[in-house]
Structures are given as structure tokens and as C-alpha cells.
């Protein structure tokens, strides 16, 4: 470019700037503490709106009173007595670029993994925004692969649903949504890519440390954005997180992509918002929390969705997850985002310790979108899981018996062993769509049945890898996603067969 | 005395611009020390309400007083000269809002329109 063009353009860059006066409509800081400004004046300022301090600190009004505002900080900037506040007419939003994928940022866009981030070219997205109707939706029927071969069997997620992670704390809740995440750079089946984006909310700063650890070793950083509010962090920041990584997942959206996003976790984010309500001297309702909780997690998960085609064919998907004490699903925020939610994902502490990893409670967990969001041939296949699965849970209490059991009966239990431990599965190992066919198919089957319960899980491994070498074909088959007939079905059947003559 | 009074005792007196002795003694008699506060609070408002503060450097002329007044026809004008902080124009506030036509806002929307484009 010559000297004299960009003189140009930067003239004409300059002329554009508009210098006409503005009305500003201002107000003067009453009070400070907690993180909250009491301002008068104000006049003009709306519920969500972001309004800038003298200090240009930036804060969100989210109380209107008959004389005052109220005002939720969003920096730790210094704000004193009499200090002016001015509204900007905006609501509070963040901008939002391909950059941004990769990076770990805080909920203001601010980058927390010591690189600079410049946004340029990005669009400004708020936070607060209704969710699409229902003309602009589209039925949820396809899957969004978790890798976990208990979950993509049992409880398939659909791309645009919202499937609830709820369990104790140390039951491996995070530990779904990251293996699901790690899984998304499998592109099989000709599904499209999908961003993630993994919002951590009031967790310890070595956790979210860890996870991106974890993301980066495994490559999922190169499609994954992590939006974090850690514990450290104020209460504002914490309460708007879920509702920046929800922007963010909007404009991968509406670019037409399909964007899974992890609220990590709405338990402390119920927690934030209470504290911040009770703050702003809202009424406390059940358990101190504000009337207006559920609709605070309701107008957030409702921005899930599968676009219809007309409108670009993006997908959002949320995995929120929530923490229960002592097993209670019943307790307030638990039952709010079970209602709000298209299923749940439940994880007991007990299946936990007694080494079912994943923790599933196969009996609680349900995914409303069913079989419309799974593949073909799981669907096919993975029927008779859920079923075997009851039945067992039922007879399980009559197995001390032992011997006094008719033949059925102990089959229907050693089938149920088997699949108990065929699902059982280690972290950051998800499986690929063949894997968990040939894994499930051998269970119910009946092919491992002459294997002891404790040697399943070797065998399974074995008899992948042994498929995968010598029977390339077969895997291409059943990765196709088209209902597998009875021909292939033998010829797995075979393969097994196959394999297990080299054991002996 | 109800809130509503106090608000709207606190408009009549701003909007009077006076207030006799006798009110004032019946107020300070009659009024508990959290309800003159809220007055007070009520009548600063109501008079930031009902003034216009003209903040300018130099001599503004009669022409620019003239459309200042007409632009705030039943509000009391006060001007204010400020050379230091305004530099050159002038900026006006009524209730909670500024008007700011001084050559030191127009520097800082350019530098922020420079920063924001280049």
C-alpha cells in the first residue's frame, strides 16, 4: 500500500467519528460497599444496563428503586462517595471473535492465560437475550457424541438439548462434561464440528488450572473457549460467566456451527446470584434465595436450541451441571433445573466408591430427546441395555441366594454383571462410535457371558483392538450410521468368535 | 407525615423558590430527624431539577444565551465560569443529565473514535 492510501484511509476513518454532542444522563455514588454502588440520579437507566463510573470502572444496574439505583461492580476499581456514574445505553454484552477460540478469558473478555488478546474485528453480543421461538427451532435429532459408551447408549444427547450433570461432589460430574468435550475432535459419523465452551463458576483457580491442562494436552483446546469465575473473583463476575459463555456460544451459533456449552457449575452460581440479591436488599425467598431464581436458570437454558435450517442450522447445547448434598435431588435449586432441563444425567457417590466410573444411576438418569438423537445402529443396538440393565437391578437383591436361583434368573444376573462392568469406563478414554458398538454389542449379545465378571473389561479392550487390525471393513460398516443388518451382525458375532479362540 | 407529603411539600417549596419562617418552624418542630432528611434529599433533587447550570469558559454571547434560554424556558439558569476545566465552550446541566458542547469532550470523543477505529 502506498504512503498516500493510507493517509486516505485513515482521513477517512477519522471523518467518520462522530463529535456531536451527546445527552448524558448521570448520577452520583450515595454509597459503597460489597461490591455494590447506591447511586441517585440515573434517571434513564434500565434494568441490565451497563453504566461507567468516573474511573471508567463499569458496573451493572440490577435494582431500581423509587430514588435510587442500585449497582453490581463488575472490576475492582476504586469507586468513592460522589463519584459520577453515567449510563451508556447499552446492555451488557462481550465481544466476541474467532479469536476467542482457544483462550481461556474471564466473563468481561479480559484473557487469563497471559497472552494478549485483541478483538478487532469482533460483534458485540449481550448477555441478556431472548431465547429463539419456536418458528426458528428446529427438532433435536442428532447426536452429540459423549464418547462415554453408558451415556451414548443409555441417555443419548441431542445437538441443541440441555441434559442436566447432577450428583454429589467428587462423583465425577466434571469429569463427563470434560471427557465429552475432549471427545468433540472425533469428527466420525459426518457430524460437524462443535466449539465448546467450558464456564467455570466459583471453582478453585487449581481446578480450572487442571482442566485446561487437561484440555490442552488432549488437542480439545483447539476448539474449546473457558470462560472462568473462579471462587477468588466477585459475585458479579460469577453471576454473569454462565450468561458470557451463552453469548459466546450464540455467535459460533448463529454462524451456523454447533457449540456445546458447560455451565461448571449453577449450584454456586444460585449461590453468587443470593448473595448478590441479598446484597441489593431483594426479598429472600426458599432458603434466602430470590424469587426470581428459577427464571434466572430458565432464561439461560432456553438459549439452547437447534436452529432450523431457514435460520442457519446452528445448534447450542448446555450441559449444566449441579452439585446435590448428601444424594438429595429433592432440595430447591436441584428440582428447579431438573423441571428446566431435557434430562439428567445422576451420579451417585455410592456407584462411585464401589468403582463404577462413570457413577451413572441408570435408573434416575433420562435424556427426553430418546432415541431421535442417536445413531442408528446404537439405537439398534444399545435397546436392550436399559432393560437388561432393570431386570437386574431387580434380581440383584435375590443373588445372595445363590444356588436356590433357577437358571433364568442366574443368567439374567450374570448378564447384568457383565454389562455393569461393561460400562464401566476410565476417565479421559472416550470411545469412538465403533468402539462403543462392538463394546455394547458384545454384552448384550451374550458373547462375554462365559467371561468372569472381573476379566470383562480386558477382553472388551482386547477384543477392539483385535476387530480394528484384522477386521477394517466391519468397522467401516458399523461407523456408517445406518441400521446394521443381520449380515454384519453375524459377521461381529464371527469376529468375537474369532477373537476368543486365541485366548484359549 | 407520609412520604408522598414530604415529596410533594419539597416540590411546591422548590418550585416557589421561598419558604416562610413559620413552615420552617413548623417543620423542625414537626418533622422526625429521618423525615427531614428525606425533605432535604427531596428539595436538593427538586431544585437540581428545576435549575439549568450553564458551565463555560470566556464570555458566552447573547445570541448563545438566548437559544440557552429558549431551550430551558421555566428553569432558573445559572451560570457558572470555568475556564480551567471547560477550555472552550460550554456544557450544561439539568437534573440528571449533561449537555456537553466544550471543545475538551469533543478531544476525548476523537481520541476514543481514533483508538476504537485505527
Known amino acids: 500500500m502506498k504512503p498516500e492510501e493510507l493517509i486516505k484511509q485513515i482521513e477517512e476513518k477519522l471523518y467518520s467519528v462522530d463529535i456531536n454532542p451527546e445527552l448524558i444522563n448521570y448520577g452520583i455514588v450515595e454509597t459503597v460497599g460489597d461490591g455494590i ?40 476499581d476504586e469507586i468513592t462517595r460522589g463519584m459520577k456514574v453515567s449510563t451508556t445505553g447499552k446492555i451488557l454484552g462481550i465481544n466476541v471473535s474467532d479469536k476467542l477460540i482457544g483462550r481461556v478469558i474471564n466473563p468481561m473478555c479480559a484473557p487469563l492465560d497471559e497472552k494478549e488478546l485483541k478483538i478487532d474485528d469482533g460483534k458485540l453480543y449481550p448477555f441478556e437475550k431472548i431465547a429463539a421461538g419456536i418458528i426458528e427451532r428446529s427438532p ?51 457430524l460437524k464440528r462443535v466449539i465448546c465452551i467450558y464456564c467455570a463458576i466459583g471453582q478453585k483457580r487449581s481446578n480450572i488450572a487442571s482442566i485446561v491442562a487437561r484440555l490442552k494436552e488432549t488437542g480439545a483446546m483447539d476448539y474449546t473457549v473457558v470462560v472462568s469465575a473462579t471462587a477468588s473473583d466477585p459475585a458479579s463476575m460469577q453471576y454473569v460467566a454462565p450468561f458470557a459463555a451463552c453469548a459466546i456460544g450464540e455467535y459460533f451459533m448463529e454462524k451456523g456451527e454447533d457449540v456445546l456449552v458447560v455451565y461448571d457449575d449453577l449450584t454456586k452460581h444460585a449461590w453468587a446470584y443470593r448473595q448478590l440479591s441479598l446484597l441489593l436488599r431483594k426479598p429472600a425467598g426458599r432458603e434466602a434465595y ?124 450374570n448378564r447384568g454383571k457383565v454389562l455393569t462392568e461393561i460400562l464401566k469406563q476410565p476417565q479421559y478414554n472416550p470411545y469412538d462410535e465403533a468402539s462403543e458398538i462392538i463394546a455394547i454389542y458384545s454384552a448384550t449379545s451374550g458373547c462375554l457371558d462365559d467371561v468372569p465378571v472381573e476379566k470383562v473389561m480386558e477382553i472388551e479392550k482386547k477384543i477392539i483392538d483385535f476387530i480394528k487390525l484384522n477386521n477394517k471393513d466391519l468397522i467401516s460398516k458399523i461407523s456408517e450410521n445406518k441400521k446394521i443388518d443381520t449380515v454384519v451382525l453375524e459377521e461381529l458375532k464371527k469376529a468375537i468368535s474369532e477373537f476368543k479362540k486365541t485366548l484359549i | 407525615m407520609k412520604r408522598q407529603q414530604i415529596k410533594q411539600f419539597a416540590q411546591t417549596v422548590a418550585f416557589t423558590g421561598e419558604i416562610s419562617e413559620d413552615v420552617s418552624k413548623w417543620l423542625l418542630k414537626n418533622l422526625t430527624k429521618a423525615e427531614m432528611k428525606y425533605f432535604v434529599k427531596c428539595l436538593s433533587a427538586e431544585i437540581k431539577e428545576l435549575t439549568v447550570t450553564a458551565k463555560y469558559a470566556g464570555e458566552p454571547s447573547d445570541a448563545v444565551k438566548n437559544k440557552i434560554q429558549q431551550m430551558f424556558r421555566d428553569k432558573k439558569i445559572v451560570y457558572i465560569r470555568d475556564d480551567e476545566e471547560i477550555g472552550a465552550g460550554i456544557k450544561l446541566e439539568f437534573g440528571d443529565y449533561i449537555l456537553d458542547y466544550t471543545v475538551s469532550a469533543m478531544i476525548v470523543k476523537i481520541m476514543k473514535g481514533i483508538k476504537e477505529r485505527l
Open chain 1, 37 to 76: 454502588v447506591k447511586a441517585t440520579g440515573l434517571s434513564s437507566a434500565g434494568y441490565g444496563e451497563e453504566v461507567e463510573f468516573e474511573n471508567k470502572a463499569k458496573g451493572l444496574v440490577l435494582n431500581l428503586d423509587e430514588d435510587a439505583v442500585y449497582i453490581v461492580l463488575l472490576s475492582e
Open chain 1, 140 to 190: 433435536v435429532d442428532r447426536p452429540i457424541k459423549t464418547g462415554i459408551k453408558a451415556i451414548d447408549s443409555m441417555i443419548p444427547i441431542g445437538r441443541g438439548q440441555r441434559e442436566l450433570i447432577i450428583g454429589d461432589r467428587n462423583t465425577g460430574k466434571t469429569a463427563i462434561a470434560v471427557d465429552t468435550i475432549i471427545n468433540q475432535k472425533k469428527l466420525d459419523l459426518g
Open chain 1, 290 to 413: 430470590p424469587g426470581d431464581i428459577f427464571y434466572l436458570h430458565s432464561r439461560l437454558l432456553e438459549r439452547a436450541v437447534r436452529l432450523s435450517d431457514k435460520n442457519g442450522g446452528g445448534t447450542l447445547t448446555a450441559l449444566p451441571i449441579i452439585e446435590t448434598q448428601g444424594n438429595d435431588v429433592s432440595a430447591y435449586i436441584p428440582t428447579n433445573v431438573i423441571s428446566i432441563t431435557d434430562g439428567q444425567i445422576y451420579l451417585e457417590g455410592d456407584l462411585f466408591n464401589a468403582g463404577v466410573r462413570p457413577a451413572l444411576n441408570v435408573g434416575l438418569s433420562v435424556s427426553r430427546v430418546g432415541g431421535a438423537a442417536q445413531t442408528k445402529p446404537m439405537k439398534q443396538l444399545a435397546g436392550p441395555v436399559r432393560l437388561e440393565l432393570s431386570q437386574f437391578r431387580e434380581l440383584q437383591s435375590f443373588a445372595q441366594f445363590g444356588s436356590d436361583l433357577d437358571d433364568e434368573t442366574l443368567k439374567k444376573i
